[in-house]
């Protein structure tokens, strides 16, 4: 029987995640297989701790060349993480015609294309199934089941720690800092939490994605990013009302001409089904011109969730092995020709419904002055909700509009925010229907 | 560029999605696979009713045999149903070593272990994507994505037009009856119905995938069914009191040396994700020891999303073929003499929670009659909710138990039933719990 031998760069979370199933599910992998999956090497700079698991036969180096020119290396993992080792390293596997599975998203998503022509120069995979979604096999989806389809549109939720965060200020009522800090007391966010909840790692999967689904080249740089540090109990209790939820989502769209890639916080209505994704888990519905709405869910991030991923890029390389081919399916879902150069839509040319909420002091003309502003700008009023008052005693007055253009919207903020009697920054959230087919 | 010839047979709904693919998204196909899939010939008894389709150059002939015997065909995709015609000229078809793609459940669930040896005998490939949830790539998921998890456990919505009936059910208060009728006159049921509210299309399903999760060989005859027709509105009402809602399941689960294979209606809590998918959409969730649950949702029947799901069948051996190669993935996801044979659990040995609905004329000591039953057969109750009086007069008694045995509630039943003051037969609905990880 045929042995394939693997390489880890990294022995974190993830790659002792790898190890782990590589190790624990040697019988099933090789049975399902039909080829050892042998764990040659890992190397890590710390080689004195101990990750739980019996690596028997395998070594662990501190050095990752050890790995990178070891000439019986098949295949080779990377999860240490971060663009600057991480890509020389690849750079350097791929040039050496070693086989590169990553979970690195950052990296896939700001170097890709050059990683993409490098691996295809050199005649070898490069496979990133864990970097978006987790164990979601989302890649594989775009790649190979939706090959027939038009990808219309996704949306998706892409980061648990985002999702966490929105989960326990609806359901608890809990103020944005509070669940923050609760987050990273139980682990589901990092002590410096910028990466998600600005929403630049849920922009780094939309780029990755974006490309697969369209057949376009990787473009992080035009990809509209905002968080959801300004979302407010208030804002969820109005969605809410309105039987909507708010979401980070990371939204992709295919139009004649140029994409849609944004990724903001938006409010969806509870008849789509990723209104009830909750806590920590991820979900992406994909509208394909001949599926209809499809989704999947699934743990997005996570030791063992992560893992199964990268196994499954493992085992696709592992059975081009075995039959002696490689480059079945094109790295980016499409030969490097057919990879087309489409722009993405600059966020002030986007039409879409918004919600926005002022805080005004409890003044006879504001309401009048506000609409004025927004009829001045075109904008239309559906609806206008005002209860309560607030601990300071100004009041909320929430707008949601019919579809209104970012620009113009911008511009009547810029307007309102000047009244006197408005006080702090207006909070807009974009409003993301389904499409119906 | 390399030219594949693909033959249809059956041009009903189905075989004209494929066909409209074929022909409509010519140049998405030849973009993304590198070669071109080209339509030679279609054949169907009616060669006359137009189905709309600009066939160009492809044939469309009455008889099979100008496909299953024309030597340039590569593959063919089987898209008339049923279990005659459609098994014998798919096994000439696999003999004569042509590839073949097919949607037929019935067909694979019945006699998938023949077909999937002969295919492998003449080394080509024989997909059936299409066969289980439509559009989901679930297929594709339990062969190649999950491959290093051991699959815990499934359960899925799999059947378009019970999932219909018991939305409309639970969110209209129809009688069964009624729903069904509406459900025909939306074309959501066909005129003679029994396949789909009797269970059986789902139990062909399950028998498919609870093969491909687990390895072993396909076994349809030993699954469990239950259908819908029971389900009252009374239930659902009672359910959604609970927090809980009424599903038709398809459910698989491993154990140490047998498996679970069973379809019946499950009352589901609301947090299970599957709770949430409506009308005719389908689900699967899949529970895998790395991955943790995940789900798969879209349609899972009708003539594109179906189209959709062979497309990816044929594109995949179509990018088999130009690299030369054939059997790259095992048909049912593991070679031939790595699959098992695992007896599916008899179903008086499964221990489960279980709702049960009895009617009772006003009686002041039924209750006790009723518990005392209970109590002689092991089965231990969780909590009794008695309210209202049906129209006849008669009260609905519900309970809730513990985990029981499949045997001891079966007895208790009969001896229930033979009381006096109850009326009619007992309902018991099984409850499915999410599995905690």
Redesign the interface.
């Known amino acids: 029987m045929k042995t394939i031998n693997i390489g880890i760069l990294g022995y974190g979370i993830v790659g002792a995640?790898v190890a782990k199933?590589l190790k624990e599910?040697q019988e099933?992998?090789t049975?399902?297989?039909?080829a050892v999956l042998n764990l040659k090497t890992i190397a890590d700079i710390d080689t004195k701790t101990d990750r739980g698991i019996d690596l028997g036969t395998t070594a662990l180096v501190p050095d990752a060349q050890k790995i990178i020119n070891d000439p019986d290396i098949d295949i080779i993992v990377e999860t240490i993480g971060g663009e600057t080792f991480a890509k020389e390293f690849i750079l350097k596997a791929l040039e050496n015609r070693k086989h590169v599975v990553t979970a690195n998203k950052a990296l896939i998503a700001g170097f890709g294309n050059d990683l993409v022509n490098t691996a295809r120069e050199n005649q070898v995979d490069l496979a990133f199934?864990a970097s978006c979604g987790g164990?979601?096999?989302i890649i594989?989806?775009l790649r190979?089941?939706?090959?027939?389809?038009?990808i219309k549109s996704m949306s998706g939720i892409l980061n648990g720690t985002c999702n966490y965060i929105l989960t326990k200020i609806s359901n608890d009522g809990s103020e944005f800092e509070d669940a923050l800090k609760q987050a990273q007391e139980l682990g589901f966010a990092e002590a410096e939490p910028s990466l998600d909840i600005d929403g630049y790692d849920t922009a780094h999967k939309l780029a990755i994605l974006n490309s697969l689904a369209h057949?376009i080249k990787i473009n992080l740089k035009d990809i509209h990013v905002e968080g959801i540090r300004n979302i407010t109990p208030v804002d969820i209790e109005f969605a809410k009302s309105f039987g909507y939820t708010i979401k980070l989502l990371a939204i992709g769209k295919m139009h004649e001409n140029h994409v849609e890639a944004r990724v903001h916080p938006t409010m969806i209505p509870d008849t789509n089904?990723l209104s009830?994704?909750e806590q920590s888990m991820n979900a992406i519905a994909i509208d394909?011109?001949?599926?209809?709405?499809?989704?999947?869910?699934?743990?997005g991030a996570?030791m063992?969730?992560t893992?199964?991923?990268v196994?499954?890029d493992i085992?696709?390389i592992a059975?081009?092995i075995i039959?002696?081919?490689g480059g079945?399916?094109?790295i980016l879902?499409?030969?490097e020709e057919?990879i087309k150069s489409i722009p993405i839509l600059p966020m002030e040319e986007l039409y879409t419904r918004y919600y926005m909420r002022f805080e005004a002091q409890d003044n006879p003309g504001v309401l009048s002055k506000i609409s004025g502003i927004l009829g001045d700008n075109k904008i239309s009023i559906e609806s206008v909700h005002q209860k309560g008052r607030m601990d300071n005693g100004n009041v909320p007055i929430v707008m949601i509009t019919h579809i209104a253009k970012e620009a113009w919207v911008q511009q009547a903020l810029k307007q309102i925010s000047s009244i006197d009697s408005v006080v702090g920054i207006p909070v807009i959230i974009r409003i993301e229907e389904i499409i119906q087919e």
């Open positions: 995640g199933l599910k099933l992998l049975s399902r297989i039909g199934e164990c979601m096999p594989k989806s190979e089941s939706l090959v027939a389809n038009n057949g089904p009830h994704v394909g011109d001949a599926t209809g709405q499809t989704m999947l869910y699934g743990h996570g063992m969730p893992a199964s991923a196994l499954s085992a696709d059975r081009n039959c002696g081919i079945r399916v094109p879902g499409y030969p057919n």
